[in-house]
């Protein structure tokens, strides 16, 4: 048995007799409440399932109908105090007078007993008491707190009205209450009433419209669950639908809609063609135009700055996004039958920079007018999946439209080259101190996009757009090697010789990569792409390009560019010279016209490491990023007892998702793999742990180490893992990452790194389970302040939503904590989940927050003199696996003859049930000394266990040993503490 060390933390010891009397404590259901949770699950199903009769109803989901499933699910009948009942029964009628007599005697004689006694009957007997509440204003779905006394500790015998109208309590506790300020929620004053007794806050809660300042953070964001959602962002090969609405403003409305209309059709044909040629038609492009432009709710410079940034006021995109999706829809259009939605907004001619490369599920504006005004906007809109979006204005050239299109598709390579994020733009130069740093933007659409270039190779390969067998790829080593190679350009229809390629690909490690590739102007042709490519004195209108692609951590403020030629600016034609003296590699174009058109060339690749042995540039560390889920595959924590993960493992034997759920104040594992790439491995390479509390959107740089390690060595092409001790301290949730700290001769230190934001989470209950408050940080990774817009993701049926923001303004590198909440809002049993196989609704919410900042651009491009549009830039995110677990508990004995040097431990859990997770912990004289093993409960919900009581030096201390109890990461039953006894040896 494994032997860790730890310090008890003293409320382990102070809550001995408290847990001693949790164990008497229980809820006997009222069978009228247990009739109306099946009933209200199968309402929530029904109504789930059944279609209805308009778009607008199939989408929309309000928070209000939010509050009818739970009450229907989850509804309580109101309850006074029941003086003589035993401690374990709740409340069933109220009585006038207070009888300390008619108590059982069992709970006067104790006074922790009957302080918990008390508490339950108080709020009963004197009523509530509101101290205070926060914030004292805000936009409807808001989560309002509420201080006090004598609220009830059961969520649902709180009735709380504001101005009035009923609003749902979320979490509830003696003390402080968690209220959701619904969408017909008007300014007025905050009404606890708890049987025959109503409490009155001091003054009003104000209801306050959309913040749409330049420094103002977002509104909330309340969403039903409509399903799993896709992974991820659009898939470019086959058809991508997209749905473009006009929006107008109340001052600038077009004299001729028709013609604008006929404008976008145009551009977006041109689009369709784009793809179509670019990807061999891989890439369907469909679009449809809504008939009447969406009205916005002000006028234009209540949107569109044109006199400063000339662009989308920051806080305003999600209002137009907002309208432009109900007015899609009140046309009947199905938002789930899209995968973009093209916000147009109508600027007159006037030039604005146009958005891409953000996503959403939820679409969520209040205007903050009473509810009962006929004009008042409330839009709540969930999708079954969620889509991207993109801003533009009716007359921007149709190559914007291509490239901010290109920015919501996937398989693109990232900062850290993994190809599972959107477009980048890294080949632009306006934003650079020397512009002339970014040479490939003339030959990229993800640069110049007003000349029309098609995209380079890295992008062409990673978009799938080439057949494997027109990928030429060579990897680079230190043997002496030589190569001829003919490469033909990207025409209009994909080549078919066997004996010419498309692309060559020249790999030098995962950080860095070489792609040659032959460029054509059109001609007389019907290509539509690379007519304005530089080609300088070049026969046929074309010849080579190199283009050097650093698979690094490239920063938003970063002064390097992702994508960037290795000549000058131009294609190049026969007797030219491209190299890379460093690694002795040389790229000769020896004929530049073996064939018109397509035109083919033929190159030389060659390289002779016969240089001094220099181990520079030679070999290349990593550790694998983040997936789209925020998780790292080299990245795992493994707890007591060691080597059996909570989850399966993957090809390479590292476990799935975060390996096992951490154990507080016990000794984990975390654990990490190192690789090496290149052409040699890697010696005594140090390896930094980092943890920080909580998990988070973004990364301002305050991580906090936990230890070192050095790996003696990592052979050529191999990994090896290392890990390091971790003891949490406390019960939250953490984000991890590690760090190979960069060596010479290393070609990158870029992706020497990867995080780890996932951790599970249970929402524990029975009718209905309860809403689980997950504290989340969004960080600011750039040095000034930026708006850090947030997107919520995969929320499943029969699971409710809420952060309390759409976007968070932030300081250079600060950050700021909000609660994200996450609801299972039916009972518990219609989720699948344990042994539960037939529940109606997924038992596992696997949710997701991603975070994005925006990043604009104020010189204009060198040829086409328009200004770069602007996008999203992701910058990370956390994913909440939130299971539905039943509220349990745990009560547990030690067996009375048994043998000195060890304690056999009986207990059983409540509700009974079989093949549980127990951890069974021993806490030795010492205070520090931990023995701990693992079981699982029989089918009656009973488990035995034998734990060694011996020290490392095996031997018995003598004193005072602590057992324990754990329901930990069981698949039925929430996690859970016994009582904890107490042997002298």
């Not at 009716?394 to 994020?421: K, L, M, Q």
């Not at 990593?622 to 707890?639: A, K, L, M, T």
């Not at 991580?703 to 191999?718: L, R, Y």
């Given at each position: 048995m494994a032997k860790h060390t730890r310090t008890i933390p003293l409320r382990t010891r102070a809550s001995t007799k408290k847990s001693l009397i949790a164990g008497r404590k229980g809820k006997t259901q009222n069978p009228a409440h247990k009739s109306a949770a099946n009933m209200g699950a199968r309402r929530l199903e029904r109504k789930a399932a059944e279609p209805s009769r308009a778009h607008k109803?199939?989408?929309?989901?309000?928070?209000?109908?939010?509050?009818?499933?739970?009450?229907?699910?989850?509804?309580?009948?109101?309850?006074?105090?029941?003086?003589?009942?035993p401690i374990g029964k709740a409340p069933s009628r109220p009585l006038e007078v207070f009888n300390l007599n008619k108590i059982d005697p069992a709970i006067r004689k104790s006074p922790i007993r009957l302080k918990d006694w008390l508490d339950l009957h108080l709020p009963w007997l004197v009523g509530p008491h509101i101290a205070s509440f926060e914030p004292s204003n805000g936009q409807r779905g808001t989560i309002m707190t509420v201080r006090g006394s004598n609220f009830a500790p059961t969520r649902t015998d709180n009735l709380v009205t504001i101005g009035g109208t009923s609003a749902p309590v979320l979490a509830a506790s003696n003390n402080e209450l968690k209220?959701?300020?619904?969408?017909?929620?008007?300014?007025?004053?905050?009404?606890i009433k708890v049987g025959t007794h109503t409490a009155t806050g001091v003054g009003n809660f104000e209801i306050t419209g959309y913040p749409g300042g330049s420094d103002e953070d977002g509104p909330p964001v309340f969403a039903m669950g409509a399903g799993a959602g896709d992974a991820g962002d659009v898939n470019p090969i086959g058809t991508i639908r997209v749905l473009a609405v006009v929006c107008q403003a109340a001052d600038k409305v077009p004299a001729n809609l028709a013609n604008v209309r006929t404008a976008l059709n145009d551009r977006w044909t041109n689009v369709q063609t784009f793809y179509n040629q670019a990807s061999y038609t891989r890439t369907n492009v469909q679009f449809d135009i809504v008939n009447a432009a969406a009205a916005l709710d002000g006028n234009f410079a209540?949107?569109?700055?044109?006199?400063?940034?000339?662009?989308?006021?920051?806080?305003?995109?999600?209002?137009?996004?907002?309208?432009?999706?109900?007015?899609?829809?009140?046309?009947?259009?199905?938002?789930?039958?899209?995968?973009?939605?093209?916000v147009v907004i109508f600027t007159n001619g006037a030039?604005?920079?146009?958005?891409?490369?953000?996503?959403?599920?939820?679409?969520?504006?209040?205007?903050?007018?009473?509810?009962?005004?006929?004009?008042?906007?409330?839009?709540?809109?969930?999708?079954?999946?969620?889509?991207?979006?993109?801003?533009?204005?009716?007359?921007?050239?149709?190559?914007?439209?291509?490239?901010?299109?290109?920015?919501?598709?996937?398989?693109?390579?990232?900062?850290?080259?993994?190809?599972?994020?959107?477009?980048?733009?890294?080949?632009?130069?306006?934003?650079?101190?020397?512009?002339?740093?970014?040479?490939?933007?003339?030959?990229?659409?993800m640069g110049d996009h007003d000349s029309h270039p098609i995209f380079t190779g890295y992008h062409l390969e990673k978009l799938g757009y080439y057949q494997g067998v027109n990928i030429k790829e060579l990897q680079w080593d230190r043997n002496p090697h030589s190569e001829e190679v003919d490469l033909i350009a990207h025409g209009l229809a994909e080549d078919n010789n066997a004996n010419r390629f498309h692309l060559l690909k020249i790999k030098i490690s995962n950080a860095l990569t070489y792609f040659v590739e032959v460029r054509q102007r059109p001609g007389t042709t019907t290509q539509i792409f690379d007519d304005s490519i530089p080609v300088g004195a070049a026969p046929n209108q074309g010849g080579v390009i190199v283009t050097r692609v650093i698979a690094d951590e490239m920063h938003n403020n970063q002064q390097t560019r992702f994508i960037t030629l290795m000549h000058d600016d131009r294609v190049q034609i026969a007797n030219d010279i491209i190299e890379d003296p460093a690694r002795a590699l040389r790229i000769t174009v020896l004929n530049d016209s073996v064939q018109a058109r397509p035109l083919v060339c033929r190159v030389r690749v060659e390289w002779s490491q016969t240089i001094a042995d220099d181990p520079n540039g030679s070999f290349d560390l990593?550790?694998?990023?983040?997936?789209?889920?925020?998780?790292?595959?080299?990245?795992?924590?493994?707890?007591?007892?060691?080597?059996a993960f909570d989850n399966g493992t993957d090809s390479q034997g590292r476990p799935l998702g975060?390996?096992?759920?951490?154990?507080?104040?016990?000794?984990?594992?975390?654990?990490?793999?190192?690789?090496?790439?290149?052409?040699?491995?890697?010696?005594?390479?140090?390896?930094?742990?980092?943890?920080?509390t909580p998990p988070g959107v973004g990364d301002?740089?305050?991580?906090?180490?936990?230890?070192?390690?050095?790996?003696?060595?990592?052979?050529?092409?191999?990994?090896?893992d290392t890990f390091c001790n971790w003891v949490p301290v406390v019960g939250k949730h953490t984000c991890l990452k590690v760090y190979a700290s960069q060596q010479f001769g290393e070609i990158s230190g870029g992706n020497n790194g990867a995080q780890e934001n996932v951790f599970e989470f249970q929402a524990a209950g029975s009718s209905p389970a309860d809403p689980l408050f997950i504290k989340t940080a969004v960080r600011n990774p750039l040095d000034e302040p930026r708006a850090v817009q947030l997107s919520m993701r995969g929320l499943p049926l029969g699971w409710a939503a809420q952060i309390p923001h759409a976007w968070v303004w932030l300081e250079g590198k600060a950050e700021k904590e909000i609660d994200v909440m996450v609801w299972p809002v039916a009972d518990v049993n219609v989720y699948k989940f344990g042994k539960n196989r037939e529940g109606r609704f997924p038992g596992t919410a696997p949710f997701r927050v991603a975070g994005f900042i925006e990043r604009g651009y104020d010189v204009a491009m060198d040829i086409s003199g328009t200004v770069p549009g602007s996008r999203f830039y992701a910058i990370g995110g956390t994913f909440y696996r939130v299971n539905v677990r039943r509220k349990a508990t745990i009560r547990m004995e030690v067996e009375g003859k048994e043998r000195k040097d060890s304690v056999t431990v009986h207990g059983a859990v409540a509700p009974?049930?079989?093949?549980?997770?127990?951890?069974?912990?021993?806490?030795?004289?010492?205070?520090?000394?931990?023995?701990?093993?693992?079981?699982?409960?029989?089918?009656?919900?009973?488990?035995?266990?034998?734990?060694?009581?011996?020290?490392?030096?095996?031997?018995?201390?003598?004193?005072t040993y602590w057992v324990q109890s754990f329901i930990f990461n069981a698949d039925e039953l929430a996690d859970a503490e016994s009582n904890v006894l107490h042997m002298t040896r």
């Open positions: 109803a199939r989408a929309t989901v309000s928070q209000d109908q939010t509050v009818k499933a739970e009450r229907q699910v989850g509804k309580l009948e109101n309850r006074g105090p029941a003086l003589a009942t209220v959701l300020v619904t969408k017909d929620v008007d300014t007025g004053p905050v009404e209540d949107f569109v700055d044109l006199a400063g940034a000339q662009n989308v006021i920051s806080g305003q995109k999600n209002r137009m996004a907002a309208i432009a999706a109900q007015h899609a829809q009140d046309e009947g259009f199905d938002l789930n039958n899209y995968q973009m939605l093209c030039f604005i920079r146009a958005w891409g490369g953000v996503d959403t599920q939820n679409f969520s504006y209040d205007d903050g007018k009473p509810a009962s005004d006929s004009t008042h906007i409330h839009i709540d809109i969930t999708l079954a999946q969620k889509i991207n979006l993109l801003w533009i204005n009716e007359n921007a050239n149709w190559g914007r439209f291509a490239h901010e299109f290109g920015h919501n598709i996937v398989s693109a390579p990232t900062e850290t080259g993994d190809g599972s994020a959107t477009l980048g733009e890294d080949v632009y130069g306006s934003d650079l101190v020397d512009p002339g740093a970014a040479t490939a933007q003339e030959f990229e659409l990593n550790v694998e990023p983040w997936d789209s889920n925020w998780q790292s595959p080299d990245i795992w924590v493994d707890r007591d007892p060691f080597g975060n390996g096992d759920k951490p154990w507080v104040n016990h000794i984990n594992q975390f654990t990490a793999r190192v690789h090496v790439s290149g052409a040699m491995g890697a010696s005594n390479v140090k390896v930094t742990f980092y943890a920080i301002n740089g305050n991580w906090a180490p936990i230890s070192v390690k050095t790996i003696a060595n990592i052979p050529q092409s191999g990994a090896i009974a049930r079989g093949g549980q997770r127990i951890l069974v912990d021993v806490l030795l004289p010492d205070g520090k000394t931990h023995r701990s093993t693992e079981t699982k409960t029989k089918a009656n919900g009973a488990f035995d266990a034998q734990i060694s009581l011996l020290d490392e030096d095996q031997k018995l201390q003598p004193g």
